[in-house]
Structures are given as C-alpha cells and as structure tokens.
C-alpha cells in the first residue's frame, strides 16, 4: 500500500471558478487511489477552500498541491501568481454566516496547521497557501 511511501501530486488550473471542482474531484480520486478514503472528506472540503481562495482574489493560473509524507501527514496547498499575503482568517463563529471571507476561517479550524509563504521562481512571484492533516 502506498501510505508508507511519500508521494506529491500538482494541478495546475486557469483562473477559472470551474477550475475548483475539477480540483475537488481529483483529489478525491488521488487519495482514493493511495487507500486514504477516510481523509477524503475534509481534504476536499479544505482544497476547495483553498483553491477557491486563489481562483477568487488572484488574475492569474493557480495550482493544488498534493502531497503525502509517508508518515501519517497529507499536505494540501493552493499556489497563486499574487504575491499578497492572504487575508487573515476571521473569527470561525463571525465567518460562517458570511458568504465571503469563511475559507482561511474554515481552514483554521478544521486543519491541524495552516500558513502561508511567499514564493520567487525563475522571476514569477507568487504566493503558497497550505494546510495539513494527520491521520487520527
């Protein structure tokens, strides 16, 4: 079985909002394929959040990051061209009825650890917003 082998997986997607359901349909198939069925759920639920944030608030080509450290920890992130730091997260109570600004909130609350780091590449700037999960 692959859970004890690190693995990393990227999709690059267009600025484009049907982009975040293709994101959330094959990190499903991703983690379904390496036996971690049970994390699917909150994975897709904070990759959307994440994936979303980048298509939303950035004009550029974004990606979804997938990867597994071999050791129990599945890192999800969501890199964009703006190198702004992303908003900071709301209060999870004052974020939920609101319709705008619930991503980073809901990343906050369910992930195990969240961040953000700016990022520099062959002259393109940009930012990597990421989250992680343990298996329980």
């Known amino acids: ?10 999709l690059y997607i267009p600025n484009d909002p049907r982009a975040v359901t293709i ?16 994390m699917v759920d ?13 298509v939303r608030h950035t004009k550029g080509p974004a ?4 990867r597994w450290s071999g050791g129990g920890v599945l890192r999800l992130g969501a890199w964009d061209a703006d190198p702004s730091p992303p908003e900071p997260p709301q209060p999870f109570d004052r974020a939920v009825d609101r319709e705008d600004g619930r991503g980073l909130a809901m990343v906050r609350a369910c992930a195990d650890v ?11 700037r940009g930012k990597y917003v990421w989250c992680e999960l343990g298996v329980a």
């Open 42 to 54: 909150l994975a897709e639920l904070l990759a959307t959040e994440l994936v979303s944030n980048a």
């Open 1 to 10: 079985m692959s859970e004890n082998h690190p693995w990393e997986y990227s």
């Open 114 to 124: 969240w961040g953000w780091q700016p990022l520099s590449r062959e002259g393109n």
């Open 63 to 66: 990606a979804l990051r997938v």
């Open 23 to 38: 994101c959330r349909r094959t990190l499903r198939l991703i983690l379904t394929m390496h036996g971690l069925i049970r």
